[in-house]
Every structure is written in structure tokens, then in C-alpha cells.
């Protein structure tokens, strides 16, 4: 096995501590991060390593499912179990870029209808390829598109 640096091995050292630590939440966590990686790693037709950016993707994935796991044990009135998920979601935001603030996602919207001269919601999708790179994992894409669609919206 190739020596390996980067953010997965970070995790993988994290995981070796949390372990060490018996810290079950955040070992649990971080052996089901890791896996979902190795997953993306695996898919499509042939094996390869992601990269740090990809391996952030996975991260975010994760994160934004136990977002809505968290959302759906409360509205079920199960808190004990939206506990758990938020505390997981803990351990994974640690991984993720700090979020944009909603006021700073209206201003990088605003920018990039002013640079595309979009004007209705016909051109959210050329504002939508402008602004994704600018985000560039700080903010889910459901939070980019309400952005986009009131910065449109004027």
C-alpha cells in the first residue's frame, strides 16, 4: 500500500486517535466517512484516487445527509436520535471549509448575474456554472440556487 497524504490520510489518522480515545460518535463517524471515500473511489469502471477536493465532496454529501436525518428525528419527534445525527454532523463540519454566510452567497450571487447580465430565471444556469466555482464547497448547492434566484429576482 502507496504512503498516502492529503485529507483522507488525515482522516484516517483521526480515526487511529479517535479509536485510541474510544471515542465512539466520533470514530463511528469517521470510519463511515472514510468508507463512503473508499466507495467514491471504487465506482465507475476502474479504482483511483480521489482527490482532496473530491474527498471534501464525499464529506459534504455525508454532512448534508445527517443534516436531513437530524431534520427528519425531530419533525418524528425522536430526539434522542437527531442528537446522535448532529453530533456526527459535529465530527464532519471539523472536515468541510467554513460556510458562506448567507449575506456573503447573495453578494457572490449578485456578482455573478451582474458578470453573466442574466435577467429572469431563463439565465440561472450560466449564473449557476459562474458562481459554483466560486463557492467551491462553502455553501450547499440548494443554499446557491436560492441565492442566485434572489439576486434574479433584484
Known amino acids: ?7 483522507k ?8 486517535a479517535a479509536m485510541r480515545a474510544q471515542d465512539r460518535v ?19 469502471k476502474e479504482a483511483r484516487q ?13 454532512a448534508k445527509k445527517r443534516r436531513e436525518a437530524s431534520d427528519a428525528y425531530t419533525g418524528a419527534g425522536r430526539p434522542e436520535l437527531a442528537a446522535q445525527e448532529e453530533a456526527e454532523l459535529a465530527v464532519l463540519e471539523a472536515y468541510l471549509p467554513e460556510q458562506l454566510s448567507d449575506a456573503e452567497l447573495v ?3 449578485r456578482a455573478a448575474v451582474a458578470e453573466t447580465g442574466a435577467t429572469d430565471l431563463r439565465g440561472m444556469g450560466q449564473v449557476m456554472k459562474v458562481l459554483q466555482p466560486r ?16 439576486a434574479l429576482a433584484g
Open 1 to 7: 500500500m502507496s504512503e498516502q497524504t492529503g485529507l
Open 9 to 16: 490520510a488525515t482522516l484516517q489518522q483521526d480515526l487511529t
Open 26 to 44: 466520533r470514530a463511528g463517524t469517521l470510519r463511515m466517512a472514510l468508507t463512503a471515500v473508499t466507495t467514491e473511489e471504487v465506482a465507475g
Open 50 to 62: 480521489l482527490a482532496d477536493d473530491e474527498v471534501l465532496k464525499v464529506i459534504a454529501k455525508e
Open 107 to 109: 453578494e457572490l450571487a
Open 135 to 150: 463557492v467551491g464547497g462553502r455553501a450547499e448547492g440548494g443554499r446557491v440556487a436560492a441565492a442566485v434566484r434572489q
